[in-house]
């Protein structure tokens, strides 16, 4: 089973148009860790943001948002005012916190994002 | 810093011939990590490394070996390239193996075999 599913495979917006990335994720541990990462064109892997699972606060910097519900399991995503720049394939992952999987990442299958200028 | 190199960029192989991919980083890292990038699958770990000289298999770790003779270099090899292989690796490290601890990606390798 997927322990990361990011349902939309692909997005495409219009430039300045919000976008939501989702990313649902399973675990039976207490202690994990959740990631995106930004992929663009060029295909290199950039580290975007980390996430505890103790800390429920959403997080902003810049136009970006992440929004965390452990009740809902999910760590989604926000684009605000979406740029062209920002087309790329943006990736969630889990890391748990014990066990034989410690420090081990989980990816999700990823979301094309093209945003039009 | 250089962060996370990977060499070569860009591999064309012939069904039966043999590689080795180079990553190196310049983090003092412990842990390093080979992913393999397939259309549709995200990243899937193949093999690992916890330190110089200790290696594990990851998730796909079939067809491929590796080695870390010394910390800042992982290798991964194809001993007998396959179709199958055709896809874009990627090399990460980590300070530690801690959950929390943050991957560093390398620019990939694009390996096509025919």
């Known amino acids: 089973a997927q322990k990361v599913t990011q349902a939309q495979t692909e997005i495409s917006v219009v430039e300045k148009e919000d976008v939501t990335l989702d990313c649902v994720y399973e675990?039976?541990?207490?202690?994990?860790?959740l990631f995106w990462y930004k992929q663009p064109p060029s295909g290199e892997l950039v580290f975007l943001i980390r996430?505890?699972?103790?800390?429920?606060q959403n997080e902003i910097s810049g136009r970006y948002s992440w929004n965390f519900q452990k009740s809902t399991s999910s760590f989604n995503f926000t684009i605000t005012a979406s740029q062209v720049v920002d087309s790329a394939v943006y990736f969630c992952a889990l890391s748990e916190g014990r066990g034989s999987t410690l420090g081990r990442l989980y990816f999700g299958r990823g979301t094309q994002l093209t945003v039009w200028p | 810093n250089a962060g996370v190199t990977q060499t070569p960029k860009f591999r064309v192989l012939k069904t039966g011939q043999s590689m080795t991919l180079l990553c190196a980083q310049d983090m003092n890292h412990e842990y390093m990590y080979w992913y393999r990038q397939d259309p549709g699958m995200g990243l899937r770990l193949i093999h690992y490394?916890?330190?110089?000289?200790?290696?594990a298999k990851g998730e796909v770790p079939d067809g491929y070996n590796v080695s870390r003779l010394k910390k800042q270099n992982f290798l991964l090899g194809l001993e007998s390239a396959a179709p199958s292989q055709t896809s874009v690796y990627f090399c990460?490290?980590?300070?530690?193996?801690?959950?929390?601890?943050?991957?560093?990606f390398g620019p990939g390798t694009r390996l096509l075999v025919l």
């Open positions: 675990t039976r541990d207490t202690t994990y860790y």
């Open positions: 490394s916890v330190g110089e000289g200790t290696t």
């Open positions: 996430r505890n699972s103790f800390d429920e």
């Open positions: 990460a490290s980590s300070y530690s193996s801690l959950a929390q601890e943050t991957q560093y």
